[in-house]
């Protein structure tokens, strides 16, 4: 299994941005999709986007399309969220993980042991 370390998260007000990375540490993430999940507080984790191999196909949860953009650099083994026009409502800790496919992805069928995350809180 390869784990992930994810990072960027922080705390802002709403409307601003802010950038998530996630990368395997002495590892590759080789061809496999990859995904971004959240989980706020009392609430399952869930799906928010996820990217396929090698980076032309992508897929969003409707409440941030439009906002949020996943990318990923295969030179830097890593890939991003880009989160635009945060809402309140986006505050959650934010997972990456990685999968066979990108519908395998967004459905939740990881093949990764889950990371810490990256805390992500935003202010009204």
């Known amino acids: 299994q390869v784990h992930v370390v994810e990072s960027g998260g922080g705390s802002v007000q709403a409307g601003e941005s802010l950038r998530l990375s996630c990368a395997p540490p002495?590892?590759?993430?080789?061809?496999?999709?990859m995904g971004w999940f959240r989980q706020a507080p009392g609430q399952e984790r869930e799906f928010v986007a996820a990217i396929g191999w090698p980076g032309s196909a992508t897929r969003y949860t409707d409440s941030v399309k439009g906002r949020f953009t996943i990318s990923r650099d295969s030179a830097k083994n890593t890939v991003y969220l880009q989160m635009d026009s945060l809402k309140p409502e986006d505050t959650a800790v934010y997972y990456c993980n990685a999968g066979e496919s990108l519908a395998a992805v967004a459905v939740g069928r990881v093949v990764d042991s889950w990371g810490q995350g990256t805390q992500v809180s935003v202010s009204s």
């Open positions: 002495g590892r590759t993430f080789s061809t496999r999709a």
